[in-house]
C-alpha cells in the first residue's frame, strides 16, 4: 500500500479556515467511507480528531470537520487557534485484508 | 482512566530482537483490535502491525512480514510485538494503540524507542 499524499504544509491566521487534504486511490480512499484524522503535537502520541470520513468523537472541537470526493478526502479547521498548530495525518481503511495508510503528515502553522 | 503503556524498547544491534509490551488498564482489551504502530525519527505515522480480538487474524506491513509477529494476552490485558532480524530502518517510537474498527484508533500509548544501530 501506498502512503496517501498530504501536502507536507498548511497555514493560516488566527480565526481563520484552513483545508489540508489528503488523496488516495479508488482502493482505499475512494472505496470506503473508512477515513480518519489524526492531530499530534511535537512530543505527544496522536489524537484522534475525526473518523468515518466526518464524525467527530466525544471532546473534539466542532470547528473540526471532515469530508471526501471521489479518492480525495478533507480536514477543515474553522477558527483557527493557536493550540491547533500540529502535524495532522489522514488515514484510510485499505481492504479486509490490509492494514490502513496513512498520508505522510501536513504540518500546520498557525501565523 | 484509560491507558496503555508500552515497554521494551531499546537499542539493538542489527540482526537483533527486541520484544516490545503494551500494558492496558482502564478498559478490557478482550473487546477490540489492536494494533502497533511506529514513526520514524521526524517521519509519518506507519501501521506496523494489528491483532483481532481473539488473536484469530493478524496483520502486517509488508516491511515487517516473517520479521514481526504480534500476539496477546487478554488475561493480562497485554499486547506484545516480537521483533526479529532487526534491520536500521526499524528505528522508530513503536506505539501500542486500541482499533476500534475501520481504522478509528482511539485511544494510544506514549510510545516506546527502539534503535537500531551498531
Known amino acids: 500500500q501506498s502512503a496517501l499524499t498530504q501536502p507536507p504544509s498548511a497555514s493560516g491566521s488566527p480565526g481563520q479556515s484552513v483545508t489540508i487534504s489528503c488523496t488516495g486511490t479508488?482502493?482505499?480512499?475512494?472505496?470506503?467511507?473508512?477515513v480518519s484524522w489524526y492531530q499530534q503535537h511535537p512530543g505527544k502520541a496522536p489524537k484522534l480528531m475525526i473518523y468515518?470520513?466526518?464524525k467527530r468523537p466525544s471532546g473534539v472541537p466542532d470547528r473540526f470537520s471532515g469530508s471526501k470526493s471521489g479518492n480525495t478526502a478533507s480536514l477543515t479547521v474553522s477558527g483557527l487557534q493557536p493550540e491547533d498548530e500540529a502535524d495532522y495525518y489522514c488515514?484510510?481503511?485499505?481492504?479486509?485484508?490490509?492494514?490502513?495508510?496513512f498520508g505522510g503528515g501536513t504540518r500546520l502553522t498557525v501565523l | 482512566e484509560v491507558q496503555l503503556v508500552e515497554s521494551g524498547g531499546g537499542l539493538v544491534q542489527p540482526g537483533g530482537s527486541l520484544r516490545l509490551s503494551c500494558v492496558a488498564s482502564?478498559?478490557?482489551?478482550?473487546?477490540?483490535?489492536m494494533t502497533w504502530v511506529r514513526q520514524a525519527p521526524g517521519k509519518g505515522l506507519e501501521w506496523v502491525a494489528n491483532?483481532?480480538?481473539?488473536?484469530?487474524?493478524?496483520k502486517y506491513v509488508d516491511s515487517v512480514k516473517g520479521r514481526f509477529t504480534i500476539s496477546r494476552d487478554n488475561a493480562k490485558n497485554s499486547v506484545y510485538l516480537q521483533m526479529d532480524s532487526l534491520r536500521g530502518e526499524d528505528t522508530a517510537l513503536y506505539y501500542c494503540?486500541?482499533?476500534?474498527?475501520?481504522?478509528?484508533?482511539?485511544?494510544w500509548g506514549q510510545g516506546t524507542l527502539v534503535t537500531v544501530s551498531s
Open positions: 494503540a486500541r482499533d476500534l474498527g475501520w481504522c478509528r484508533v482511539d485511544q
Open positions: 482502564g478498559f478490557s482489551i478482550s473487546n477490540d483490535w
Open positions: 491483532i483481532k480480538k481473539d488473536g484469530s487474524t493478524k
Open positions: 479508488s482502493s482505499d480512499v475512494g472505496a470506503y467511507d473508512y
Open positions: 468515518e470520513v466526518y
Open positions: 488515514n484510510s481503511f485499505a481492504g479486509i485484508t490490509n492494514l490502513g495508510v
